[in-house]
């Protein structure tokens, strides 16, 4: 009989002992799996999201990681804004230095959102749609559309409005006799463009209707805007990414939603005024608020140097690939510290298999004896004791890695709401290998203690009946 079936057999003989010791190798190991696999998965996440993102122009007060984890990764509410006009002269190549002119610039506006998912609203212009360019399989282009297609809205219809916006607004804040009417929400304007993931979990599609509504489900000063109920025109495909969960709609509308007229326009107060009296001062069309502007420079080199040339009182700069690293390395800190936990939950569970058969060798002091006797070496004895160990681990760890996948399909949908992260229950990663390898080799040599006292057992004194 093989010695790795002698000590199946002896496992299979102290059952309950062995689901006992095994469980712990099980919840450890399928700890430190799980680990490892949100760690990476949100690695890939956030590194795989900023693809498509050069630069970032955000409100100056505003830290870099704020402007790029709200405007890429939609976390938190827009940090601040900054005036209409910094997006205009990026456009035109003007205050960014002659080799930071840009591609495109792309104007956003933020502050609301849709269902108890607080799926976000971002309301921008249609070069979301031709110009901004998404990495696809290692291959930059304009995002794909799964069905339909984008919403026509340019941005000399934002400067247009702008303007009837900045009239309007300054003839009722000077009480003129006579005031400009307000602008309308035309109804080709009342249309929206939603990620993969917001038309899956609310189950719309082409020509559904989605309602903006003003903050977060649940949190003070929530309300619908129904007078902004858009028909969807188009729905992109999967991203993997916070565009997934994105709903796109004209950045004009957004001005038009009852109750963001007002707050719309930045008031530059002169020396010696009272900060209470900017409510009646006029306003500017170029100072219309923007929360951010995504941006592609033309040279190769262009966000770095647009980064440093660019010179503004009121925005900033930010460059993702510089700031996402810096971020995850603070992540990667945490769940290397997790990590260790997970290790130490391993060592203990390790020190649990040593206790659990060195207690079981007095009571198999005559079985070794009667193996002795029919000629099975020391060195045989060593190996099936350090045999059970090892397998006793393998087969822990083998569950482990199961009950960590089977936990990534069970709470995938509640990871991605909670975090955005989206698990891939499926993909067995090479580490994952190695993993079973380590556990199986800790418990052999967790085993090797016990494995000596029962190799040294006397045959002479063990064979009788009695002892």
Known sequence: MRLWSISLRNLRLRLVATVLTMLSIVVATALYAAILVMSEQTEQRYKGSIGGYQAVVGPKDASQLEVVLNTIFNVDVAPGLFPLRICTELRSGKGAGRRSQVRYAIPQARGDSVSRFNFPVVATIDEMFSKYEWNYDGERKPLVFQQGGPFTYGYDDLLQLAERLAAHESAARAGASEIPPRPLIEPQWKRAVVGARVARQLGLGLGATITPVHGKMGEFGYHEHPEAACEITGILAPTNSPLDTTIFLPIGL???????EGGSFLVEIPPGKNPDDAKKLPVLAERLGLTAVIVDPKDHFGARILR??????????????????KFLQQIGNAADALAVIAWLVLLVASIAITVAIYNTMNERRREI?????LGARRLQILAIIVGEAALLSLFGAVIGLLVCHTAMFVMQGVVEDMTGVYLDWLQFRPWELWLVLGVTVLGGLAGLLPAVKGSMTQVADNLAQNY
């Open 254 to 260: 957004h001005y038009l939603i009852d109750g963001h």
């Open 308 to 325: 440093q040339e660019f010179a503004s009182k009121e925005a900033q700069v930010a460059w993702p690939q510089d700031v996402i690293p």
């Open 369 to 373: 004896a009667i193996m002795r006797s």
